[in-house]
Nanobody
């Protein structure tokens, strides 16, 4: 089970940190990712982190502004979002991939999804 939190309303230029806690598993050997879906748009990949935390991926639109990290002791992944823009407004979802992953941006390769958390960035 995945529980995302940390969303809210922030002004452009501000920051938020999203968290996604995984429960029900004794092992943390799974890759985690964040996706988002803006109103009227398709879901899109935002960022991903390998189970060791040693490998990360970012969408071009968030590179340099967002940072993904994880704490395996807490089975939690974080998404630090800085310099937020109105176009970052979306519902953000975390996802888990249990096996090997190569195409991080493909939503259908993920095994579990959490409920979303809404991020609204005002101009």
């Amino acid at each position: 089970q995945l529980q995302a939190s940390g969303g809210g309303l922030v002004q452009a230029g501000g920051s938020l940190r999203l968290s996604c806690a995984a429960s029900g598993r004794t092992s943390s050997k799974y890759h985690m990712a964040w996706f988002r879906q803006a109103p009227g748009k398709e879901r899109e990949f935002v960022s991903g982190v390998s189970w060791t935390g040693g490998s990360t991926r970012y969408a071009d639109s968030v590179k340099g502004r967002f940072t993904i990290s994880r704490d395996n002791a807490k089975n939690t992944v974080y998404l630090q979002m800085n310099s937020l823009k109105p176009e970052d407004t979306a519902v953000y979802y975390c996802a888990v991939r249990l096996g090997i992953i190569s195409r991080w941006e493909l939503g259908h390769v993920y095994d579990y999804w959490g409920h979303g958390t809404l991020v609204t960035v005002s101009s």
